[in-house]
Nanobody
Framework: QVQLVESGGGSVQPGGSLRLSCTAS????????MGWYRQAPGKQRELVAD???????NYADSVKGRFTIDRDDARSTVYLQMNSLKPEDAAVYSC????????????WGQGTQVTVSS
């Protein structure tokens, strides 16, 4: 059974940093595009960042220059380093895995809460 387990969420003040981790129990993890999404109350879920099988990152405009996504295929883990956090970054952050060729294989984690407030 595939599981994506996120960790690293929490509460920080504006300007602070958090590092999220998502470890996946997936065979052939390296074949998956990995992404981080977030959903704030009353808003639609949005893509924050994703990283291709080859390690090329893609970011939402709202987080460019502040967030960094990377992956460790040996550990089946994807990370999201979040710096200079703003109140508008507060949301539930969820990890997503999508196979790059078998595109029907899509998995989600349960999410981790990020709170940014003074």
């Amino acid at each position: 059974q595939v599981q994506l387990v996120e960790s690293g969420g929490g509460s920080v003040q504006p300007g602070g940093s958090l590092r999220l981790s998502c470890t996946a129990s997936i065979i052939n993890f390296s074949f998956y595009r990995m992404g981080w999404y977030r959903q704030a109350p009353g808003k639609q879920r949005e893509l924050v960042a994703d990283i291709s099988r080859g390690g090329s990152p893609n970011y939402a405009d709202s987080v460019k220059g502040r967030f960094t996504i990377d992956r460790d295929d040996a550990r089946s883990t994807v990370y999201l380093q979040m710096n200079s956090l703003k109140p508008e970054d507060a949301a539930v952050y969820s990890c997503n895995a999508q196979h790059t060729t078998l595109t029907h294989l899509i998995y989600w984690g349960q999410g981790t809460q990020v709170t940014v407030s003074s």
